[in-house]
């Protein structure tokens, strides 16, 4: 069993930056691929980064590409989002995600991928 607690979610204007922590519990971490999703107002939620289980593979969507980067830290069992450039698009609920069933991240990650979810940490871009 693994849980997750997203943190690191605000306000700030377009064209600024924030950075998201996932901090995990349980000793199985390390053998995970992690994502990040988000969820806008009245939309369904996508895919927004992923990682493999030892940071060696990445994988992002046209819309984040270059703006945003996934990291981990498998010695703090931590996941972060470092997002840059930011438009009032990428506002939205930011939910980290575990895939217990691969540690390895070669494309796209789909809900029905994944099976732990934090809670949510809500970004809020002003123009």
């Known amino acids: 069993q693994v849980q997750l607690v997203e943190s690191g979610g605000g306000l700030v204007q377009a064209g600024g930056s924030l950075r998201l922590s996932c901090a995990a519990s349980?000793?199985?971490?390390?053998?995970?691929?992690m994502g990040w999703f988000r969820q806008a107002p009245g939309k369904e939620r996508e895919f927004v980064a992923g990682i493999s289980w030892n940071g060696g593979n990445t994988y992002y969507p046209d819309s984040v590409k270059g703006r945003f980067t996934i990291s981990r830290d498998n010695a703090k069992n931590t996941v972060y989002l470092q997002m840059n450039s930011l438009k009032p698009e990428d506002t939205a609920v930011y939910y980290c995600a575990a895939d217990s069933k691969s540690p390895f991240v070669s494309s796209g990650m789909t809900d029905s991928d994944m099976d732990y979810w934090g809670k949510g940490t809500l970004v809020t871009i002003s123009s």
């Open positions: 349980g000793r199985t971490f390390s053998r995970y691929a």
